[in-house]
């Protein structure tokens, strides 16, 4: 079973420019979320769908921010315009049930 | 709002025992997750505790105790390999998003 997948590995722009990472997640899972790590800091949850619906968006740090899960497969996740704060690593999880998650490898944004 | 505290660093010897604690105050409580994560790489799933007592994996052992807000990862005869950040995460009590600690880095040395 494939886990899940996230593109690009690392991804390098700079300030104002916009970036989408995009998340696969296990065939199956109807459940995806996404979570950012900033440098020095913990794991920090972004929002959470349950299919294509947005289940909990209440770590979004602002309106540059924009998840969309359209057809309840992949996910992606938007910045526009990035700003030298969103510099950090972004995950995904899914999970089938709600209890075990399965990460993905994650995202590293950097923000110049 | 959540907060989980674990130690920052933990150097043990090959073979060895070694004990990483978590303490946790949070708004709601429905479950304590470890997850292993090698530099670089996803963090993996480790183990799962919801009720008090210990689950005991292989090598690896969580324990949990609700009422102390506390919990421990106890990784036995250490390899080198397990040098890695552990990660300990609360799940929230009425949806499934995690809350995660600053992760324990554990280094194994010959």
């Known amino acids: 079973e494939a886990g899940v997948t996230q593109f690009p590995s690392h991804s390098v722009i700079e300030k104002g420019q916009t970036v989408t990472l995009r998340c696969d997640p296990i065939?199956?899972?109807?459940?995806l979320y996404w979570y950012r790590r900033v440098m020095g800091k913990e794991i920090k949850f972004l929002l959470h769908?349950?299919?294509?619906?947005?289940?909990?968006e209440s770590g979004m740090p602002n309106n540059r921010f924009l998840a969309e899960r359209t057809g309840g497969t992949y996910s992606t996740l938007k910045v526009q315009p990035a700003e030298l704060e969103d510099s950090g690593v972004y995950f995904c999880?899914?999970?089938?049930?709600?209890?075990?998650?399965?990460f993905g490898p994650g995202t590293r944004l950097t923000v110049l | 709002g959540q907060n989980i505290d674990q130690p920052t660093e933990m150097t043990a010897t090959e073979g060895a025992i070694v004990q990483i604690n978590c303490t946790y105050q949070?708004?709601?409580?429905?479950?304590l997750f470890w997850y292993q994560q090698h530099a670089g790489e996803a963090p993996t799933f480790l183990s799962y505790?919801?009720?008090?007592g210990l689950e005991e994996k292989g090598r690896f052992s969580s324990f949990l105790s609700r009422s102390k807000g506390y919990s421990y990862l106890l990784l036995k005869e250490l390899q080198m390999k397990d040098s890695a950040s552990y990660l300990c995460?609360?799940?929230?009590?009425?949806?499934?998003?995690?809350?995660f600690g600053a992760g324990t880095t554990v280094t194994v040395r010959a």
């Open positions: 999880a899914s999970s089938k049930t709600g209890v075990e998650q399965f």
């Open positions: 065939s199956g899972h109807d459940n």
């Open positions: 769908f349950v299919k294509e619906s947005k289940q909990d």
């Open positions: 949070t708004s709601g409580f429905n479950g």
């Open positions: 505790n919801v009720l008090d």
């Open positions: 995460a609360v799940r929230d009590t009425n949806d499934y998003k995690l809350s």
